[in-house]
């Protein structure tokens, strides 16, 4: 009930196009679900995160989208760029607890 | 967001010996922080939280006596790899946050660890 489930594994996208990741979860206890993004031999940073009250949250050219009925949320990137290769992982935690649970991560590569 | 900052960024010892990481919040304080794991290609796992003050809760199926975790001030944690092996050559993280209620959490670089 802790595992958040990512798809796909990885993902080649042109330049330009539109990259989508998607996430589930089955704990109806998560409460905050971030989007990470890793660059390799780095640590990951914080991308955008969205609470369950708001269906949607963009910042720039990355959207979350978020349905609590189906459990699922998914990232959009739009306009890829190349300097958008890198390595995402989606999470959830209970905010009170801050711990994250993290999906298995997709790997990104955008074409030029 | 808050900066995070690990050091060393990476490391290689031999194996019997032991490893210190540090990891500082360095423009806030922080009761808490949390000691990741990643090996190569895979996604990161909680090891261990660390409570300033007090003693670290590992996560079940990691070896408290190998990794001991030390929280002495509000802005340093520290991870220690005893009698490191090289199963325990990995990419270590740490992380924190300035805002404990948001949920919104910030890692450092992390630390890359070969055991030779």
């Known amino acids: 009930q802790q595992q958040v489930k990512q798809s796909p594994q990885s993902l080649i996208v042109q330049k330009g196009g539109i990259s989508i990741i998607n996430c589930a979860y089955e704990?109806?206890?998560?409460?905050?679900f971030p989007w990470y993004q890793q660059f390799p031999g780095k640590g990951p940073a914080l991308l955008i995160a969205i609470r369950p009250d708001v269906s949607e949250k963009k910042e720039g050219r990355f959207t979350i989208s978020f349905n609590k009925s189906a459990k699922q949320f998914s990232l959009h990137i739009m306009d890829s760029q190349p300097g958008d290769s890198a390595t995402y992982f989606c999470?959830?935690?209970?905010?009170?607890?801050?711990?994250?649970?993290f999906g298995t991560g997709t790997r990104l590569l955008v074409s030029p | 967001g808050a900066v995070v900052s690990q050091h060393p960024s990476w490391v290689i010892c031999k194996s019997g010996t032991s490893v210190k990481i540090e990891c500082r919040s360095l423009?806030?304080?922080?009761?808490?922080m949390f000691w990741y794991r990643q090996f190569p290609k895979q996604s990161l796992m909680l090891m261990a939280t660390s409570n300033e003050g007090s003693k670290a809760t590992y996560e079940q199926g990691v070896e408290k006596d190998k990794f001991l975790i030390n929280h002495a001030s509000l802005t340093l944690s520290t991870l220690t790899v005893t009698s490191a092996h090289p199963e325990d050559s990995s990419f270590y993280i740490c992380?924190?946050?300035?805002?404990?209620?948001?949920?919104?959490?910030?890692f450092g670089e992390g630390s890359r660890l070969t055991v030779l």
């Open positions: 423009d806030f304080q922080a009761t808490t």
């Open positions: 704990n109806t206890a998560f409460d905050y």
């Open positions: 992380s924190a946050s300035d805002r404990p209620n948001t949920g919104e959490l910030f």
């Open positions: 999470a959830a935690s209970i905010r009170g607890f801050q711990k994250l649970v």
